[in-house]
């Protein structure tokens, strides 16, 4: 074999183009493109027990109740036969937790007829089609709403307006914009907080399950207080179900599954590119966490929004992550 070198001919081959017209490099994809920490708290958040776990643990609760009942009745019996003062002692503390725990059993029995009251206010004013109904729920909604100082003045706007007002749709944007317009400022407020609060400890507490566990907990005081502004009041087990319910909706409608839809349009593609990663990830939680507040407003507002009222998450983003990323290039 020979071992001279060998020439190849390439002029029939296409010529490469000149440098001038190669296309211009991508940008590279922002590192923020895994929203899992408030992905991952709706799930945990919204994942509904089999029948089989609530029997369990109506079950186990029961039982240890009665087990935890007995052992505090032979304790204070026992001790009233040996040191017959400290027995007595122990049972008027016993007498008085129990009454305290009877005490708080009925605030959340009180705090649940509250939230079933917003409901059914919501799906009046959603079935509200002629005059006389939409002055019935305006009547209602000014009951719900009698004695709060900071609407006194605005309560007083309606009544002397109603009265002028003959069509449905009218007096529906009217209550609106006077009794829940004032009380959605309120409310935007709480979750633009709750928004800045999760993009901050994502960003700079680099620990493991510190951004699942601080958006769970925000998330649940956040829909709690936004509830509050509404009017709901609610207690520990009813701002559980509460959260429950706004978490399944975002959970079922995979609201909770994208975040950087939110942020390219409000930040920029270009800017995304150049965060780090846990600034990145701190910026699409916090908008996420945005997203299931405006969700708490829908579900906690005893009147749907109208569309002029709507808010946008885009603008609430943006309102919210101001102060924690500056568009320097």
């Keep these: 074999m020979s ?8 002029e029939d081959e296409a010529k490469a183009p000149p440098v001038a017209e190669a296309p211009p490099v991508p940008d590279p994809a922002p590192l923020a493109a895994q929203p899992a920490a408030m992905e991952q708290a709706a799930r945990i958040a919204a994942r509904r027990p089999s029948r089989l776990a609530r029997w369990f643990w109506a079950l186990l609760v ?21 040191v017959p003062v400290l027995g007595w002692a122990v049972s008027v503390g016993l007498a008085l937790l129990l009454l305290l725990a009877l005490a708080m059993a009925l605030r959340e029995l009180a705090a649940l007829s509250r ?11 959603a079935e509200a089609a002629d005059l006389a109904a939409a002055r019935a729920f305006t009547d209602r909604l000014e009951a719900f709403y009698k004695g709060r100082d900071e609407l006194a003045w605005h309560q007083a706007r309606l009544a ?19 009794l829940l317009v004032p009380l959605d400022a309120l409310a935007l407020r709480e979750v633009e907080a709750a928004a800045r609060q999760v993009a901050a400890v994502t960003a700079l507490v680099p620990m ?46 995979g609201a ?52 002029q009222h709507k808010p946008s998450t885009r603008k609430v983003v943006q309102r919210a992550l101001t102060g924690l ?3 320097t290039k």
């Design 256 to 307: 909770v599954a994208a975040g950087d839809d939110l942020l390219e349009p409000v930040l920029g593609g270009s800017v995304l590119s150049k965060l780090s990663r846990r600034f990145g990830e701190g910026l699409v939680n916090g908008a996420l966490s945005a997203r299931v507040g405006i969700a708490a407003m829908e579900v906690c507002r005893p009147m749907p929004f109208s569309p």
């Design 115 to 125: 939230l079933r009251r917003v409901d059914a206010l919501r799906h009046q004013a």
């Design 62 to 82: 029961a039982v240890v109740g009665a087990m935890a009942s007995v052992a505090a009745w032979d304790f204070a019996t026992g001790l009233i036969d040996r």
């Design 3 to 10: 071992k001279k070198p060998v020439l190849f001919d390439l």
């Design 160 to 178: 002397e307006r109603r009265a002028e007002v003959l069509d449905a749709d009218t007096l529906l944007l009217l209550a609106e914009a006077e």
């Design 325 to 327: 990323f500056s568009k």
């Design 208 to 253: 493991a399950l510190a951004d699942v566990l601080t958006a769970l907990v925000s998330s649940l005081r956040m829909i709690r207080r936004v509830a509050g502004v509404y009017g709901g009041r609610p207690g520990l087990f009813s701002s559980w179900r509460l959260t429950r319910a706004v978490l399944a909706h975002l959970a079922a409608t």
